[in-house]
T-cell receptor, first 114, second 116 residues
Framework: ETGVTQSPTHLIKTRGQQVTLRCSSQSGHNTVSWYQQALGQGPQFIFQ???????GRGNFPPRFSGLQFPNYSSELNVNALELDDSALYLC?????????????FGPGTRLTVL | AQSVAQPEDQVNVAEGNPLTVKCTYSVSGNPYLFWYVQYPNRGLQFLLK??????LVKGSYGFEAEFNKSQTSFHLKKPSALVSDSALYFCAVRDMKSAAGNKLTFGGGTRVLVKP
């Protein structure tokens, strides 16, 4: 177990709705990254938060947004859901020190958009 | 831009035989390379990483990987596969010069099936 938890486990929404996914990072980790994994594909980087600020973003539209809280928990918000947003959403926590960090992943939230 | 290729969608191997999962990468700077494994309905589990130093990296559960700079490869290996190694394996790269935080770029994954 990595110590990274995500909620909910599964979620079903309809097109046009909004969704919030939650992540609790491993103790002591100051960085959280979010990834989208479509069925049969590798994870795609959405964005990263470090000390409550966005610290890098992948090729995702602005309707994907996030928050990181002082206790290093995090949220991923997706507005105006589209069918293609159906995927497994993974958060990963890490600690940025002087050298490269290893990202530890949570179990994911499976989002289905109907 | 950084990219990762895993040329095999699936690898089949008999239990007890050596297992190799291939990965090649492309980055503009020096790479950080990672291997993760994913079991059904689970997140990704970290296996090992290459940062610098010895080209042969040892990781969890008896896995190792060999970094080859001239071939831009980072193949995952296990000398003797177990049925419990059956899972989906992902190679990932982070470009040391990337401005996008510590973004990992993943390959498409290789499904490993170990038969008894």
């Amino acid at each position: 177990e990595t110590g990274v938890t995500q909620s909910p486990t599964h979620l079903i929404k309809t097109r046009g709705q909004q969704v919030t996914l939650r992540c609790s990072s491993q103790s002591g980790h100051n960085t959280v990254s979010w990834y989208q994994q479509a069925l049969g594909q590798g994870p795609q980087f959405i964005f990263q938060y470090y000390r409550e600020e966005e610290n890098g973003r992948g090729n995702f539209p602005p309707r994907f947004s996030g928050l990181q809280f002082p206790n290093y928990s995090s949220e991923l918000n997706v507005n105006a859901l589209e069918l293609d947003d159906s995927a497994l959403y993974l958060c990963a926590s890490s600690v940025i020190l002087a050298g490269p960090d290893t990202q530890y992943f949570g179990p994911g939230t499976r989002l289905t958009v109907l | 831009a950084q990219s990762v290729a895993q040329p095999e969608d699936q690898v089949n191997v008999a239990e007890g035989n050596p297992l190799t999962v291939k990965c090649t990468y492309s980055v503009s700077g020096n790479p950080y390379l990672f291997w993760y494994v994913q079991y059904p309905n689970r997140g990704l589990q970290f296996l090992l990483k290459y940062i610098t130093g010895d080209n042969l990296v040892k990781g969890s559960y008896g896995f190792e990987a060999e970094f080859n700079k001239s071939q831009t490869s980072f193949h995952l290996k296990k000398p003797s596969a177990l049925v419990s190694d059956s899972a989906l394996y992902f190679c990932a790269v982070r470009d040391m010069k990337s401005a996008a935080g510590n973004k990992l770029t993943f390959g498409g994954g290789t499904r490993v099936l170990v038969k008894p």
